[in-house]
């Protein structure tokens, strides 16, 4: 692929100008001592009232595919829109959530790389493609909504992902692996010093010719695998400016192409990113970063009766752009106060031409998008009284949606249909609160209330798109996502080497946004008056010497509230919500290196539709992962995926199925892991 093979050469041009091999993050300077974290802020006394779970570097390297959304799947209640992962599905429907909220393929989870949100500025999808599990040293996910930072995407919970830290880096690592399907996996990294700080760079490139989404009962001669090539590599570096303040920079880069059921139904996607970040720790704590974001997307749609092209959507150039500035002043020993703004900008548009099935020519030319952008306003304060802890937090929003705009032509130009959409803004004001009582040193007793908004994305505002037959038209007059939510926990360390956690919620969702059935391969997108969840999540992980148990279980029961229009919904379940996720893995990890590991996930059954008429099956799957050393910082690695070739339905489309992942099996070697 010519624009993979670009990106590769310009990174790793940029990582040979990098010089001298770093040791750790503690430099000296005139006496001092330097520590250089290459993180954020700490996390506040009563971050644990909001039940946030971890998931460990050794959890990220040894998910039998390899994948971020895998790793993120062992925590049950997060999904992706789609079942399947971003080396199969549309990148367009890789949108993340949690508990069950249900949506339409874009995001309701704030997704964010070291503190910047990385979600795509036009569609709200999150680009795992992009991120690279080998760079990762821990994702902290706390499922329900919240204020503070960037808080205005976070209605479903909050998914903070952190660079892996400078003492867990080595000067160089590798990997390279293959499947039984011919797919190839590789990886290369570096750490160098860069003056008093460090700079790590790395690049990955999965590719193969996939696998038959298509039934074997329902391929026709224009049946393609799904297949995928995809790059993706950053640079970041992390400097001292004084013994307590530091500059983090990071470049990135992906493109990622898959092909999609038929032959010629390709998708691209494509992304360079830049943010730079100064983290203050001194008594004045601040934490400041800005950041851009250029992304494309093109599709191609075919026919699943002519089996031909039907719409190009050829082009969608956006842009993101944003910062915040956080400080916490020094106010005492009991209080941790924070206080900041932030700003988000989205911009972007669709090019699309629609193709006559039978002529194979363009019949028009459309255009459509807009712009976006969130100004945020937000104080928090943690109250440490004794063995309990307090939190309370409001957060001002000024969201606005202008610019937006249709426009169809013909393909010689004249212009058949110009739609402006009047600008509109808002301020919204959400909080949270809670309270974290450290009962017995072995029991932690939680409680929290929370509000949460959402603004439409570019895509759900603006474009219309098609699964063919199924065209779900864009509704430019769509209200912000509004959430309110209190939820009840404990976390108990009996005796050490096991800990188990439990949380109840009740969710209610206001101006849900869904694609709803409007008629026969119709549908749009429309605000519900609510939907409403309440359900149970539950942990335990045991630490017995070498071997390590964690699991995870979520029981959800989401519910539409149907008024006026959308009566006929009430009492349904939203789509692409299931009831139950569990998720369980049990490791071996000896002294001498050597890693065995077995995972077990399970999904629940889950509606495809609003009207409950096509729905997906539960389904189970277990996976394997071994890594055995060979010689020196050599190690052979084995991984299974899907082990027993479980049936992963993706899509029911009326009986017309997509499927997920089978069986795949995986060899290859690594290098300084």
Known sequence: MPRASHLIVTIVSLGSAVPSVAQDGEVERGGTVIVVAGRGLPDTPASPAYGTVVIERETLQTVPSGRVEEALGSVAGFQEFRRSDS????PTAQGVTLRALGGNATSRALVTLDGVPVADPFFGYVPFAALLPEQIGRIAVTRGGGSGPFGAGALAGTIGIESEAPERKVPLAASALVN???GTEAMGSFSQALGNGYATGAIRWDRGPGFYTTPEDQRVAASAPAKFDSVAGQLRAVVPLASDLELQARVAAFDDARTLRFAGANSSASGQDASVRIVGRGRWQVDALGYVQARNFSNLVVSSTRFVPVLDQRNTPSTGLGGKIEVRP????AHTLRLGIDYRRASGELQENPISAFTGQVTARRRAGGVTSDLGL?????????????TGGLRADRTVIADGFYRETTPGGAVTIDNRFADRSDWTLTWRGGALLRATPSLDLRVAAYSGLRLPTLNELYRPFVVFPVVTQANADLANEELRGVEAGLDWRPIEGLALSLTAFDNRLENAIANVTLGPNLRQRRNLPASETRGVEAGLRVQRGPIRFDSSLSFSDPRIVGEGASLALDGNRPPQSPRWMAAASIGYAPADGTIISLSLRHVGAQFEDDLETDVLPAFTTL????????????????????????TIVTRNDGGDLDLGAPRTLWVGVRYGF
């Open 87 to 90: 080396r199969s599905s549309n």
């Open 378 to 390: 937000f104080v928090e304060d943690d109250w440490e009284v004794g063995q309990l802890v307090l």
């Open 330 to 333: 020094p106010v005492g020993d």
């Open 623 to 646: 996976g394997a992962y071994a890594q055995v050393p060979l010689v020196g910082q050599l190690d052979l690695v084995l991984r299974a995926e899907n082990l027993f070739d479980e």
């Open 180 to 182: 039984d399907r011919g």
